[in-house]
């Protein structure tokens, strides 16, 4: 297998003034390269947690997050992350939230704008280049924030509970286009870590599913999808599926 991302023997434990507590117990697994992996457990089981050290913002107290086998610094940039909230800078406008990323990489003003706008294109969002977060509904500040994590062609692109604030068939559509996406070869995102509360989404979306028990966490089952793409939510199999998850999840 060829394993891109792995966590190894995590233990996370936040300390405050008088008191400490162990959010992370003990975690390991690893992410194959093309892989779509989920992570879903209950509230405050250290889920974000574990995004922000995929991220470098913060270590763990102990154990390893390694990129390729290497320490995780040196896989600086490779990973673009998505939020719930879609964090846009309100003063720039939707070409420039995105070009602003690609400034590291893309020293040609034109070259940076063309790379932006066919990231633009991709989520469809083009026609509202020139528009501001404040002007964009939910979805399409999301679809900002998913061009901007695109564009800078990562290996591996994080999102956490990216479509929670989205209606339904907002939410539906976005998953479909993100899909498609991932599931052509020749643009990113290739490799998918995604944090979500919803079973049906876990299901729908990912190659394999990692369950997480409550604080202080461990992996109850990391659990194989094998059902065919695209996947038909209304199948028996599917919803066969998803019981078999909320299952293990219920312990
Ligand atoms: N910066 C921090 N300082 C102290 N404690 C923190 C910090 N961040 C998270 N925690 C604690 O660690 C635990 C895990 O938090 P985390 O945000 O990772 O959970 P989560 O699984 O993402 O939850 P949710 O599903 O609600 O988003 C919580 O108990 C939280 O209070
Ligand atoms: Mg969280």
């Known amino acids: 297998m060829d394993q891109f991302l792995t966590l190894e ?31 879903i457990g209950p509230s405050g089981c250290g889920k974000s947690t574990i995004v922000k050290m995929i991220l470098g913002l913060i270590s ?24 719930q909230s879609a ?17 590291p990489l893309i020293r040609d003003k034109e070259e940076r704008i063309r790379v932006a706008m066919k990231y633009i294109k991709m ?7 020139n528009a501001y977060p404040r002007e964009l509904s939910g979805g399409m500040k999301q679809r900002v924030a998913i061009a901007r994590a695109l564009s800078t062609s990562p290996d591996l692109l994080v999102l956490d509970e990216p479509f929670v604030g989205l209606d339904v068939f907002a939410a539906q559509a976005m998953r479909e286009e993100l899909l498609d996406l991932w599931d052509d070869q ?8 995604m944090v979500t509360h919803n079973v049906d989404e876990a299901v729908q979306m990912s190659d394999r599913i990692i369950i997480l028990s409550k604080r202080p966490s461990h992996i109850i089952q990391a659990k194989q999808i094998t059902l065919p793409r695209p996947r038909n939510t209304r199948s028996d199999e599917f919803y066969r599926t998803v019981d078999d998850v909320l299952k293990i999840m219920s312990g």
């Open 123 to 129: 989520v469809g969002i083009d026609g509202f280049e």
């Open 60 to 83: 763990p107290t102990s154990g390893k997050v390694l990129m390729d086998g290497d320490d995780l610094r040196k896989g600086e940039g490779r990973v673009s992350v998505v939020f």
């Open 186 to 193: 020749n643009l990113p995102p290739h490799t998918v870590l």
């Open 87 to 103: 964090a846009l800078f309100p003063w720039l406008d939707v070409l420039q939230n995105v070009e602003i990323v690609l400034e």
């Open 9 to 39: 023997n995590i233990h996370m434990e936040y300390k405050y003034r008088k008191t400490s507590i162990v959010s992370i117990e003990d975690i390991s697994f690893s992410i194959n390269r093309n892989e779509f992996v989920s992570i």
